[in-house]
C-alpha cells in the first residue's frame, strides 16, 4: 500500500539555524500539505501547495518558512531560521484531489524538530 | 508545576465494550468531515470520512454520524481491541477556503480523545 514517507524522523538543531525537512508524497497526488503538532496539542495546518504553488497558508506559516517541490517525487518544507517554539512534530500529507471531491489526506510519520 | 498543553478528554474502556468518541465542530459551512487515528510517535492515519449531504457512514467496525443541526460529529468502534488505544480526532474541511469559494483542502482539526482499551 503507497504511504507519505518523511526524513529525518528526528532533526535537532540550533535556534537560528535552517532547516529542511524532506517528505515523499504518494507518486498519483497531486495536493501536499504541511501541518504541525506542538507536544500535547492539536494538530495546526500550515499550507497547501498544488501545481507547484502555494494554495493556502495559515497566520504559522510566515516568511521564516517556504516549501518546495525540486522534483517529482519530494515535497520540502524550510525553515530558514529556526526559534524555540518551531519545535514540534511536522507532518506532510498529500491528497488526489481537495475538498469534498475524494480529497482524503494521507499523513507521512513525521519529523520531530528539536531546537535548542 | 504549570501543566503544557491541552488536557485531553479521555475514554476508558473493556475490550469487547463499544466506544463513542464525539466531536463539536465550529464551521457551519464544513462539508467534508473525517475522523484520524494517531498512535504515540506516528502520524493521523485515516479512519473514515463523510460528507455533510449524509448523516451516517458505516466502515468496517466503525460508524460516523453527522448532526449538522448541532454540528456534532461521533465516531463509533463496536467491539474495541487494545490495538485501538490512540488518540482519536476528527477534521473538518470547508468549503470556501477562499472568496473564490474554491477549497484547497485545510484541514482543521479538532482536540482529540485519548481512546484507553484494557483488556
Known amino acids: 500500500e503507497p504511504e507519505v514517507t518523511q526524513t529525518p524522523s528526528h532533526q535537532v538543531t540550533q535556534m537560528g539555524q535552517e532547516v529542511i525537512l524532506r517528505c515523499v508524497p504518494i507518486?498519483?497526488?497531486?495536493?501536499f500539505y504541511w501541518y504541525r503538532q506542538i507536544l500535547g496539542q492539536k494538530v495546526e495546518f500550515l499550507v497547501s501547495?498544488?501545481?507547484?504553488?502555494?494554495?493556502?497558508k495559515s497566520e504559522i506559516f510566515d516568511d521564516q518558512f517556504s516549501v518546495e517541490r525540486p522534483d517529482g517525487s519530494n515535497f520540502t518544507l524550510k525553515i530558514r531560521s529556526t526559534k524555540l517554539e518551531d519545535s514540534a512534530m511536522y507532518f506532510c500529507?498529500?491528497?488526489?484531489?481537495?475538498?469534498?471531491?475524494?480529497?482524503?489526506?494521507?499523513f507521512g510519520p513525521g519529523t520531530r524538530l528539536t531546537v535548542l | 508545576g504549570e501543566s503544557v498543553g491541552l488536557h485531553l478528554p479521555t475514554l476508558s474502556v473493556q475490550e469487547g465494550d463499544n466506544s463513542i468518541i464525539n466531536c463539536a465542530y465550529s464551521?457551519?459551512?464544513?462539508?467534508?468531515f473525517i475522523w484520524y487515528k494517531q498512535e504515540s510517535g506516528k502520524g493521523p492515519q485515516f479512519i473514515i470520512d463523510?460528507?455533510?449531504?449524509?448523516d451516517k457512514r458505516q466502515g468496517q467496525r466503525v460508524t460516523v454520524l453527522l448532526n449538522k443541526t448541532v454540528k456534532h460529529l461521533s465516531l463509533q468502534i463496536a467491539a474495541t481491541q487494545p490495538g485501538d488505544s490512540a488518540v482519536y480526532f476528527c477534521?473538518?474541511?470547508?468549503?470556501?477556503?477562499?472568496?473564490?469559494?474554491?477549497?484547497?483542502?485545510?484541514?482543521?482539526f479538532g482536540q482529540g480523545t485519548i481512546l484507553t482499551v484494557h483488556p
Open positions: 464551521n457551519s459551512a464544513s462539508d467534508y
Open positions: 477534521a473538518e474541511n470547508s468549503a470556501l477556503a477562499n472568496a473564490g469559494g474554491t477549497s484547497y483542502g485545510k484541514l482543521t
Open positions: 501547495f498544488y501545481n507547484n504553488e502555494i494554495s493556502e
Open positions: 463523510i460528507r455533510s449531504n449524509m
Open positions: 507518486s498519483n497526488h497531486l495536493y
Open positions: 500529507a498529500s491528497s488526489r484531489a481537495s475538498g469534498a471531491a475524494a480529497g482524503t489526506q494521507y
